[in-house]
């Protein structure tokens, strides 16, 4: 489909341009970082505003997962998580096998030092949506070959 | 229709506010304040609750001598509170759901606008506009 190309062309060109800077080194890349997760922090925000609109009230945390794994993924990457893992105490883990940034890559360790930048915009992302459903959390990102990645939500209890 | 409409933010203070007689304007803030126990309660409440009973859609929060106080909370715990006056018969609870919605929509709209801090007061022209056509219609 087209808008999907359009959605991976604009976010490749994001990454690059965020990184266009001439400095170099650690504190530059980190810097980089959080820029991408805030600016995905508050597309999530508008597009869960957006997505939860005609849904039922969620039951509990469970269940906005579940929606963020189903129709959240679907709608912005065309494909479900492919697996969803908690130890029900504010940790879960989402597994998706072939991750739709990251396909475009070689399946290989070659680009493997570059995939964090192509992560951070959807940390931000996951971040954002739970945070406006009133969730605050810390979202990690893991990738072990290529394709595949894991993003570990790591939910902060409010006191 | 509504005589006064306002938008409350997840942590219970005003993002919008406005009533149309503006004389007693304070009357309204009040009436809204007070409806925030009853949003809560019914909140609450519904946790429990079947999933097709799980509406966004509040119903009545509390009638008053003189008005009615309606409620609307979004999944993103945004809550939208609305006061019509109870001599207005005509007014069914569809329209009342119906205009909820509208006012969902042009919420997001809002929410969705890159140049609005999500937590500050709404000052968008759109929402202003689509709030007063609500409140205009046979007043």
């Known amino acids: ?52 609109k005609d ?16 129709d959240f993924w679907t709608t912005v990457f065309k494909k479900q998580i492919d697996n969803l893992r908690t130890n029900h105490q504010g940790i879960y883990v989402l597994q998706d096998n072939k ?8 399946a290989a360790k070659q680009y493997l030092e570059h995939a964090p930048k192509y992560l951070a915009f959807t940390c931000g992302l996951i971040r954002g949506g739970l945070s406006n459903l009133g969730i605050k959390s810390i979202v990690t990102a893991e990738v072990s070959t290529m394709p595949a990645c894991k993003f570990q939500v790591m939910i902060q209890k409010m006191l | ?52 009973q799980r509406e966004l859609y509040l119903g009545l929060l509390y009638p008053t001598e003189d008005y009615k106080v309606y409620g609307y909370v979004t999944n993103s715990k945004v809550k939208f509170v609305m006061v019509v006056d109870s001599s207005n018969t005509a007014l069914r609870d569809n329209e009342i759901r119906s205009m ?38 046979v007043c």
């Open chain 1, 1 to 52: 489909m087209a808008d999907e190309a359009l959605f991976l062309l604009l976010h490749s060109e994001l990454v690059s341009c965020v990184y266009k800077s001439p400095e170099q080194g650690e504190a530059e890349n980190g810097r980089c970082i959080t820029k991408l997760e805030s600016m995905g922090f508050r597309v999530g925000q508008g597009l869960i505003e957006r997505f939860t």
């Open chain 1, 55 to 70: 849904t039922a009230r969620f039951k509990d945390e469970l269940d906005i997962m579940k929606f963020i794994c189903k």
């Open chain 1, 99 to 106: 991750f739709r940034l990251l396909t475009q890559m070689s």
């Open chain 2, 1 to 52: 229709m509504a005589v006064c409409v306002a938008v409350i933010a997840k942590e219970n203070y005003p993002l919008y506010i406005r009533s149309i007689p503006t004389e007693n304007e304070l009357k309204f803030h009040y009436t809204v304040h007070t409806s925030l126990d009853v949003v809560d309660e019914k909140i609450s409440a519904m946790g429990k609750a079947l999933v097709d």
């Open chain 2, 100 to 137: 909820f919605r509208k006012l969902h929509n042009s919420y997001t709209d809002v929410m969705c606008n890159p140049f609005y801090n999500p937590g500050d007061p709404i000052q968008s022209r759109a929402f202003d506009n689509m709030v007063t056509s609500m409140m205009m219609q």
